[in-house]
Nanobody
């Protein structure tokens, strides 16, 4: 079984910064893409940023230039540095990982989600 645990959320004023962390643990043979998604109250979950095992990144237009995703493969950890935060960034942020959970007799990958961490940006 694989678990993702997020941390780093909280309350911050507009213009401030936060760094989210997400650690994957359990039976892990490797992790492909990792990412951050968010869900604001009354809205659908949306992609914030993703990063491949090789370090290629992808961002939602709304966060480009303000957020930076990174990962430490040795620690099975993904980070999201959020600068110049806006009230519209307020949401529950979820970590996602595509994990290799078996390699014999064949490779099996599964998607996992964290429990979410609240980010609130006050105006």
């Amino acid at each position: 079984q694989v678990q993702l645990v997020e941390s780093g959320g909280g309350l911050v004023q507009a213009g401030g910064s936060l760094r989210l962390s997400c650690v994957a643990s359990g039976t892990i043979f490797g992790i492909n893409a990792m990412g951050w998604y968010r869900q604001a109250s009354g809205k659908q979950r949306e992609l914030v940023a993703t990063i491949t095992s090789g370090g290629s990144t992808n961002y939602a237009d709304s966060v480009k230039g303000r957020f930076t995703i990174s990962r430490d493969n040795a620690k099975n950890t993904v980070y999201l540095r959020m600068n110049s935060l806006k009230p519209e960034d307020t949401a529950v942020y979820y970590c996602n990982a595509n994990v290799v959970i078996r390699i014999i007799p064949n490779i099996r990958l599964d998607d996992y989600w964290g429990q979410g961490t609240q980010v609130t940006v006050s105006s």
